[in-house]
């Protein structure tokens, strides 16, 4: 990445030389500047992946190769001069085309308003202030402030850092935080060892810092490798699931088509005409609407979703959401009230402490590095005591990690002039690991084993009553210009911290009707071991199903699988830990769904098969989240599920529904075409039994969903749909031989009369069929949607009425069959539907016998390695 104003690589040269090159200040830009060369620049994007244009969405409409081979077929019948064909042809796919095209338009607008709800912003210099803005409105000079959470939003060159640590495997594989720090480095310096550098897609582990930027989007060095790869999110489960069913259709579309070409030429039939049948036999069979019906049924569910409290990142999520049997969450906040309340500050003899309370209100009020809610607790507390800082000036600090899990503030106290008090607080054993003595009436004592062994009761103790206790320590040194982690020794035991964040009222009932719906919740926590059992056994979890981080440590990976299920509490863990539980769970077949919101939580977000985070989380964890909640609570999660369920079963009704439907007619016509002396339909009239079957498939997305449908675990069954398609598609095949039968031995229907009414008889049962198998009970017991319902009606009000328009008729080859013929007609559709609702019962009776055998056989057998 070169500097625009000169050859020298920017990691090579001073950072007030930078900014001069970069026409900015120390303070950043101005914001008229700033605005100009956003203008100049663009937004700072590598891909502008939420707003589609409505043109690359309208000619995306016509990259299908059903599409094409549609077009193909048109062309044909042009160079034939078969005016009317071409035109029904290019008619039905400009139909298509629109049709799909109005819907998805709807659907991305939808969604682009949802994800600009979550835009992620950043702390920029502007006017010489620090001010909020979009990260796409960062453009080059800008000053943009940095601390731990934080994604960096571009290329940049560090001009201030304390304890600034980055994660960059994102860019360079590298899993260890980097530590950055403002300098000079050589101009041959590899982008690894650049650490004078930030860059675009890594994220701030600890510490803070001020950035210069140098380059925004695609001029970053992470924007150069996505336009190089192009790289694509990960395939989920659905979309996987999709595409093999995409290759079944077309293995059996492949087969037929020439075996309908191979027939038609061995009868000597004309081969433009057999080349068009077939055309309109393969496209006869796909559901090419499929794309819309996703499109559409997926943001409908998304907009359901942000109606309560819920907003989608990415829309496939919203069918992982509803095939999620385990959540692994925090308790913080989503189990419990998440209004942290300081209960008391008391002395390392567990009697209440003034002093210890000043010294933790020192510490968190003048600590910048993560927000978080137990400083806030803290100094909440301070202000009600009237406590202040005059007398105290900060001189450093020693930011919060992961590995220490301890926060260091020094600070000059006016009344010891040379001398500088260091304040330490943190997880209760970090703390006191750095101790050698404890504060006891006044005086100090050594802390010795059974000192240690009280302090480890009166901590055991407190947990055990569901307080979470914080550690106190401090230590008087002479005054020095800076400090480090080595300094954090010797200290002195000052006290303990006890909050309060009681269970919410209604955390075991949620947790209770996630159980209902096949989902286990899982507390994954960096808490310890006693305060999380207090918590399990007021929210119905078993405190005895407990792994702790020590215990995870010294598994191996396959103990880990085995033990992973049957634990209910996972305590004292650290970051990798937790995607090592989540990783466990997926290899032993579950998809798990991880709910957190902070630094500590991003690995495991982005593992899981669904990432939840919340609108206030880092940002970090809520850019590695496909679902982030409103609000913290796990009730609203529940709704999610419920709605990624009704999602999912609507998408397999029009897929399961209309390829039995699609696949029943094409082995009827299959079978017909050498037994007939002519073709049982002509090709445009498969295509338009084709459109106007499709209609009322938009209506799917608004349809009712059975109540135990969306009470069970769902995941897509490739070998599910093909028996469906089979057993329902000969099911249809057998009445089309029955039509035939009626049509020419009883009415001795000619070629015209034989495609008209076989055309209404294949359009009403595909249309009667939807609203059979949309669900698995009875069918009149189950209403359809008013929309569904209603859209139905109307294409079969259509289906009867087109062969007595005239118009219609002649371009369509349709002529008007008899009252006697229509009544026979309607009895064999009749007949049809109760036959169906008859096999639809036995299909699911059996298969719900398999299933529960299946479900025996793999509960008895413990997971493969």
Request: charged letters at 20%; aromatic letters at 6%; hydrophobic letters at 50%.
């Amino acid at each position: 990445m070169q500097n625009p104003a000169d050859d020298m690589p920017c990691w090579s040269r001073p950072a007030a030389e930078l900014i001069a090159a970069q026409e900015s200040a120390s303070v950043g830009l101005a914001s008229t500047e700033a605005a100009r060369r956003l203008r100049q620049f663009g937004p700072n994007a590598v891909e502008d992946r939420d707003e589609q244009t409505a043109l690359r969405l309208l000619l995306r409409q016509f990259e299908s190769p059903l599409v094409l081979i549609l077009v193909f077929g048109a062309c044909l019948s042009l160079w034939l001069r078969e005016w009317v064909d071409a035109g029904i042809i290019l008619a039905i796919v400009l139909g298509s085309a629109l049709l799909g095209f109005a819907q998805e338009y709807r659907a991305s607008v939808a969604i682009a308003a949802l994800r600009r709800r979550l835009a992620l912003t950043v702390e920029a210099w502007r006017d010489g202030a620090p001010v909020t803005i979009r990260a796409t409105d960062v453009v080059p000079g800008d000053v943009v402030q940095l601390a731990a959470g934080s994604l960096v939003p571009a290329d940049g060159i560090v001009l201030e850092a304390v304890d600034f640590l980055v994660t960059e495997a994102s860019l360079t594989g590298e899993s260890f935080p980097v530590e950055k720090r403002p300098g000079v480095l050589p101009a041959d310096t590899p982008l690894a060892a650049r650490t004078n550098m930030v860059f675009l897609g890594t994220s701030v582990r600890s510490g803070t810092a001020r950035m210069l930027v140098i380059q925004t989007g695609r001029g970053t060095e992470f924007g150069g490798i996505a336009a190089r790869l192009k790289v694509r999110e990960p395939e989920t489960e659905f979309a996987r699931g999709v595409r093999q069913f995409g290759y079944l259709l077309v293995r059996v579309m492949i087969v037929m088509v020439v075996f309908v070409l191979m027939v038609n030429q061995a009868l000597g039939r004309p081969l433009i005409e057999s080349l068009l049948y077939a055309v309109a036999l393969a496209v006869g069979i796909s559901p090419e609407l499929l794309p819309a019906i996703v499109s559409v049924t997926l943001s409908r569910g998304a907009r359901t979703l942000a109606s309560r409290g819920v907003i989608v990142r990415r829309l496939e999520a919203i069918e992982n959401l509803g095939s999620m049997d385990v959540l692994c969450t925090d308790k913080t906040g989503t189990l419990t009230e998440g209004v942290i309340t300081l209960v008391a500050a008391v002395d390392a003899a567990g009697a209440d402490s003034a002093a210890v309370k000043r010294l933790a209100w020192l510490n968190a009020a003048h600590e910048t590095g993560i927000p978080n809610p137990l400083d806030a607790a803290i100094v909440a507390a301070g202000e009600r005591s009237g406590l202040d800082s005059v007398d105290a000036t900060k001189i450093s600090e020693i930011p919060y990690d992961f590995n220490r899990k301890r926060l260091t503030i020094v600070v000059a106290e006016h009344d010891t002039p040379g001398r500088h008090r260091l304040i330490t607080k943190g997880a209760y054993a970090q703390v006191l690991d750095v101790c050698s003595s404890l504060a006891v009436d006044g005086s100090e004592r050594a802390l010795d084993d059974m000192q240690r062994e009280r302090l480890d009761a009166y901590f055991r103790r407190c947990g055990e009553d569901g307080y979470r206790v914080l550690a106190v320590a401090t230590r008087v040194l002479e005054a020095r210009p800076a400090y480090a982690h080595a300094d954090e020794t010797d200290l002195c035991l000052a006290g303990f911290l006890l909050f309060s964040d009681p269970p919410k009222a209604d955390a075991a009932r949620t947790i209770r009707n996630l159980a209902r719906l096949g989902c286990r919740t899982k507390i994954i926590s960096g808490d310890n071991r006693y305060v999380t059992a207090h918590l399990a056994v007021s929210i119905g979890l078993d405190p005895q199903a407990m792994l702790t981080g020590p215990q995870i440590a010294h598994l191996t990976d396959e103990s880990l699988w085995h033990l992973a299920e049957r634990t209910d509490l996972f305590v004292e863990v650290d970051p990798q830990q937790k995607e090592r539980i989540v990783r466990a769970l997926q290899r032993t077949g579950h998809a798990v769904g991880y709910l957190g919101d902070g630094i500590n939580d991003a690995a495991a977000l982005h593992a899981a098969d669904v990432g939840i985070s919340v609108e206030g989380a880092v940002d970090v964890a809520r850019d590695s989240a496909d679902v982030v909640l409103l609000k913290s609570d796990l009730g609203v999660l529940r709704t999610g599920v419920e709605e990624g369920r009704r999602t999912f079963a609507n998408t397999l009704k029009y897929i399961s529904i209309t390829t039995s439907a699609n696949f029943g007619n094409m082995v009827s016509m299959a079978l017909a075409t050498p037994l007939l002396p002519f073709l049982p339909l002509a090709a445009k009239q498969i295509l338009l039994n084709n459109f106007l079957s499709d209609l009322p498939s938009i209506a799917i997305s608004t349809d009712r969903v059975d109540r135990e449908h969306i009470a069970r675990v769902q995941r897509w069954d490739v070998g599910e749909v093909r028996r469906f398609m089979i057993v329902f598609g000969l099911l249809s095949s057998a009445f089309d031989l029955l039509t035939f039968f009626v049509l020419l031995k009883l009415f001795g229907a000619g070629e015209p009369l034989f495609q008209t009414s076989w055309f209404v008889v294949s359009l009403l049962t595909e249309l009667a069929v939807v609203l059979v198998l949309r669900t698995r009970n009875a069918a009149w017991r189950s209403a359809p949607s008013p929309l569904l319902l209603g859209a139905t009606i109307a294409v079969t009000a259509t289906a009867l009425t087109l062969p007595y328009i005239p118009g219609v008729a002649s371009a369509f080859g349709f002529t008007p069959p008899g009252a006697s013929l229509v009544t026979a007609l309607l009895v064999i559709v009749l007949a049809y539907v109760a036959s169906t609702e008859a096999a639809k019962r036995a299909f699911f009776r059996h298969r719900h016998a398999h299933h529960t055998h299946a479900g025996h056989v793999r509960r008895k057998s413990p997971p493969a390695p």
